[in-house]
């Protein structure tokens, strides 16, 4: 159907099929724009309030994360951020937190002892100072955690890891447990 | 019956609509206030007389200190390592790598002690030497701590103007 009739305004001329298009397009990139920038800032609030996700890089948490070094892909952990609230945290809880060396990275590791709990340490023991906790990776012997730099302050804890969401084989809920070595008495 | 009905899932649709307008305001406000600037609330001793004890509003913006331009001078506002959930606001001394000499307890004794910052650290002290609990106190904190830096204050006005 050649010269289809699709709007017709005063003046009696016709526009065609695509000036009728390209009259539309202005609109619809300002509405995408529209509503690309309030996806943006929903993201950004629900990630740094609710919910994200992270991927895990390095083998400091063998064996709960990345497992082996010859898998394809990182693993993806699912971390919930309402505990950054209260700050309570427990023995065993895994946490995401800024390096205190470097402020640029994230560091994930286990939480092993609470203000006020004592650490044995190569130096002998270690009261953990309020306000802060000693995280350790999983991994003793491939992990630089608080038995290289020492208790880290809570406020530096940016979320609390769940569950592995990714690869799908190794979906499972990640459980607090306290490792067997070196345990806070 | 049908009536009704519809004028239910009308009433519903208008306030899922403006619940949705107010959701998304609290997410520009949320934004704005961590990643751009806000206007925060400070009291305390330990700033005097750079700030008041009774009180000032202040404007801190959240931009300078992820792009890691925060230096020695600057008055910022840090999540305490003492207590997370509270918010203190001090001048930052010393970056990583300076050697810092302080007065340990100046109403009390003369005692001074030099420290080096360590890396991924900054040394923080209360402009009022006296009555302040800084790194003095607790050590440098890593820099990571830092929410954001003051830029100016608003309240009082006699007070108005950048610090």
């Known amino acids: ?185 | 019956m049908k009536l009704l009905f519809g004028k239910w899932t009308a009433i519903a649709k208008e306030s899922i609509d403006r619940a949705a307008i107010v959701a998304k305001f609290l997410c520009l406000l949320h934004v704005t206030n961590t990643y751009i600037f806000s206007p925060t609330l400070v009291y305390g001793p330990s700033m005097l007389p750079t700030l008041n004890l009774t009180g000032d509003v202040v404007l801190s913006e959240y931009v300078s200190h992820r792009l890691g331009k925060v230096g020695p001078g600057d008055v910022v506002l840090i999540q305490s390592p003492e207590n997370p959930r509270k918010m203190i606001t001090k001048r930052v001394v010393a970056m990583e790598g300076e050697v810092v000499s302080f007065l340990v307890d100046p109403s009390r004794s003369d005692r001074s002690r030099t420290v080096v910052v360590p890396k991924g650290h900054v040394w923080i002290q209360g402009d009022n030497i006296y009555a302040s609990n800084d790194s003095r106190n607790f050590g440098p904190i890593p820099y990571g701590l830092i929410q954001g830096k003051v830029w100016c204050r608003v309240w009082p006005i006699d007070g108005f103007g950048s610090l």
């Open chain 1, 1 to 185: 159907m050649k010269g289809r009739r699709l709007f017709t305004y005063s003046g009696g001329s016709v526009i065609s099929n695509s000036e009728f298009i390209w009259m539309g397009m202005p609109n619809t990139i300002m509405k995408m724009f529209n509503k690309s920038i309030v996806f943006g800032l929903v993201g950004i609030t629900v990630t740094d309030r609710y919910a994200g996700v992270c991927p895990i890089r390095g083998s400091s948490m063998s064996p709960t994360f990345n497992p082996s070094l010859e898998s394809f892909t990182d693993d993806y952990v699912f971390l919930e951020k309402f505990c950054l609230d209260k700050y309570k945290f427990s023995h065993g809880d895994v946490v995401i937190f800024s390096d205190p060396t470097n402020y640029k990275e994230r560091c994930v590791k286990r939480i092993v002892a609470m203000e006020g709990d004592y650490v044995s340490n190569v130096n002998g023991a270690v009261k953990v100072p309020e306000g802060h906790c000693w995280v350790e990776g999983d991994n003793s012997a491939f992990s630089s955690d608080s038995r290289t730099y020492g208790p880290i302050p809570l406020g530096l804890i940016r979320g609390r890891v769940t569950h592995v969401i990714w690869p799908p084989q190794r979906m499972k809920k990640v459980d607090r447990r306290i490792p067997q070595e070196g345990f806070a008495f």
